[in-house]
């Protein structure tokens, strides 16, 4: 595919405030006159919110770890192909909460399922498409669970496993210092943000000059 816009992702543990985050920079970049798009995941469509819903939903009760990653690559895949890939393509920025590290650290690293298989799944969803930049919002876990009010079927897992997301994307981060780039979450808000812009100031500079 020929990509022209860019691809910024925003991930982390549990209560680290991707979304506010997301919302502001989406804001922040608009009023410089930038075409942006941003949505989440899973969601951002019609079949990815009724997906979001049963992952979240204590309802659905335990899920085969397997049928849980498959859900995750389902809504990922109807987003890219109706949403995402299409925005970038006529050249907007695109900033995504929640990607495939999501996949890789809650149900590979974290989950049930191996690594291998979160891999090779997510290169037949994805293709090659790889988000230009990533910024992981960092802080400790039990502050950021101590954020969120009614948990959901995924807050609601043990202390352990969210122990574990974090670590999850540290190391991540350190293996793709290039790509990834993590801000501390457990500042001002203001702070977060502006720690945010500056992380992507090289691939928004890269875009300006096209
Ligand atoms: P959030 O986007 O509102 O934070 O909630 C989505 C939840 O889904 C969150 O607990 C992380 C989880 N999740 C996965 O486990 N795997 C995935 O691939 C994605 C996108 C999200």
Sequence with gaps: ??????????????????????????????????RVLFTREPGGTRVGQKLRRILLDHRSGKLDPLVELCLYEASRKILMDQVIRPALRSGRIVILDRFQDSTWVY???????????????????????????????DLPVKKGLARVRHPNRMEAKPLAFHEKVRQG????????PQRIRVVRADQPPAKVQQEIRKAIQDVLEKYRRK
């Excluded at 691809?7 to 989406?26: D, H, N, V, W, Y």
């Excluded at 994307?169 to 793709?176: D, S």
């Design 107 to 137: 149900q590979g690293w974290a989950g049930g399922c191996g690594l291998k298989l979160v891999e090779e799944l997510g290169r037949a969803v994805m293709g090659d498409l790889a988000p230009d930049r990533t910024i992981v919002l």
């Design 169 to 176: 994307y540290l190391t991540l981060a350190r293996r793709q």
């Design 1 to 34: 595919m020929r990509k022209q816009g860019i691809f910024i992702t925003l991930e982390g543990p549990e209560g680290a405030g991707k979304s506010t985050q997301g919302r502001r920079l989406t804001g922040w970049l608009r009023r410089r006159g930038m």
